[in-house]
């Protein structure tokens, strides 16, 4: 509780400048959020005809965690406290593997968050690698319906995406 009140208060009184990386679990509404993040970068992107409707969530998972990300996005937002459950990120191939034993939960470092048009998405090339991405729920709480969700992910695996889906692995907000 503590934590929320600081960042919140932070961010009130010293303006977005100051403000390299928000803390997803300290909004009571995340996805409001994220879709008033969307509405800055679709306005950003205003001489580009962006619609908001055509407008897609497109995220990074950074190599660093919130206490190392040194500067503010100029369009989309960095935002940590997000946990992987069911396997586990590798920083140094930035991507899914395996987790480690008897560990359920393991914290993710910091992700870029921004919007794109899916059109801008095809032509950025990312390699997800060789079946793909995975497409990763991140839920608020560890119990998974959708009045938890609260926005879905790309990630980076070299296995096919439905070895990650078939051992449930999401990202939480909070680990109870």
């Known amino acids: ?58 995220t990074e998972v950074l190599a660093v965690d919130m206490e190392r990300i040194r500067d503010v996005p100029d369009e989309g937002q960095n935002v940590w406290g997000l946990f992987i459950e069911g396997g586990r ?28 048009t899916v059109k801008d998405l095809r032509a950025m090339g990312l390699n997800y690698g060789p079946s793909g991405p995975y497409n ?14 609260i926005f879905r992910l790309l990630l980076k695996t070299d296995l096919h995406p439905f070895h990650w889906k078939l051992r449930a692995v999401c990202l939480v907000a909070q680990t109870e």
Do not use: C
């Open 1 to 58: 509780l503590t934590e929320r009140q600081t960042m919140l208060n932070n961010w009130l009184e010293n303006g977005r400048a100051v403000m390299k990386a928000y803390w997803l679990t300290g909004f009571t509404n995340a996805q409001g959020f994220l879709t008033g993040m969307r509405q800055e970068v679709t306005r950003q992107h205003k001489k580009d005809q962006w619609a908001l409707d055509d407008v897609i969530s497109h």
């Open 89 to 116: 990120w590798s920083r140094q191939d930035s991507r899914i593997e395996e987790s480690e034993p008897k560990k359920l939960f393991q914290a993710m470092p910091g992700i870029y968050v921004t919007a794109t």
């Open 136 to 149: 990763a729920a991140v839920y608020k709480y560890p119990k998974r319906n959708d009045r938890y969700l």
